[in-house]
């Protein structure tokens, strides 16, 4: 009879173990939330004993940690992509970055769910947390670069402008993006983004009529 850890022992030399156990778990939170999942069932989608896990994780919020951790990483690349320097022009390339945000949230949706829905403590965990500061800090270079044009005592806070837009990303998000598309509004979530930021950028005096 084969051992049944040999696969367990295969896949964690071959230094696979840990990362598989991440994407089992980002497909556990897409089907079941990120509370309802166990580490048990990570390790069965993972192809593992239930012992494996813990060569790797404390628990299921350490799993949890890291892959939230993974998916800011992941998110920040995809803003810093969407932004390009601000070209062809900042605002232009800041619209793009919402755009961006709403993608990475239909694409890697039991990334998103724990880095924003599984009650984890960001604040707890030094990497998740650097994690997230680079998400944050494209936003706020970002804000930065569209107040450039504005003299210095004019420029709202940059980190406020991050914040603000990051709170109106997250809630078309999960007001309007969720389910099947026009089922709580008419409006595509892309379109409520967008006309919202502008209203949002122009109150500030960062758009120009």
């Known amino acids: ?118 009650g984890i403590s960001i604040a707890g965990n030094a990497d998740l947390a650097a994690a997230s500061g680079r998400a944050q800090g494209v936003l706020i270079s970002a804000a930065e670069a569209l107040a450039a044009r504005l003299p210095e005592g004019r420029r709202p806070p940059s980190r406020m402008v991050a914040s603000h837009i990051w709170a109106l990303s997250h809630g078309v998000v999960e007001l309007f993006g969720r389910g099947k598309p026009g089922s709580r509004s008419p409006v595509e979530p892309s379109e409520m983004l967008e006309s919202g930021a502008i209203i949002y950028l122009r109150g500030l005096g960062l758009i120009q009529d």
């Open 1 to 118: 009879m084969p051992d049944p850890t040999s696969r367990d022992r295969k896949t964690y030399h071959h230094g696979n173990l840990r990362q598989a156990l991440v994407e089992a778990s980002a497909t556990l939170v897409e089907e079941q939330g990120p509370q309802a999942f166990t580490l048990t069932e990570a390790a069965r989608r993972a192809g593992v004993s239930a012992a494996a896990p813990y060569r790797h994780f404390k628990g299921r919020d350490d799993l949890l940690e890291e892959l939230a951790r993974q998916g800011f990483l992941e998110f920040a690349d995809k803003l810093q992509v969407a932004f390009d320097d601000g070209r062809p022009r900042p605002l232009s390339a800041f619209l793009r970055m919402g755009q961006a945000y709403l993608a990475f949230a239909a694409e890697r949706p039991g990334h998103y769910m724990a880095m924003f829905e599984s």
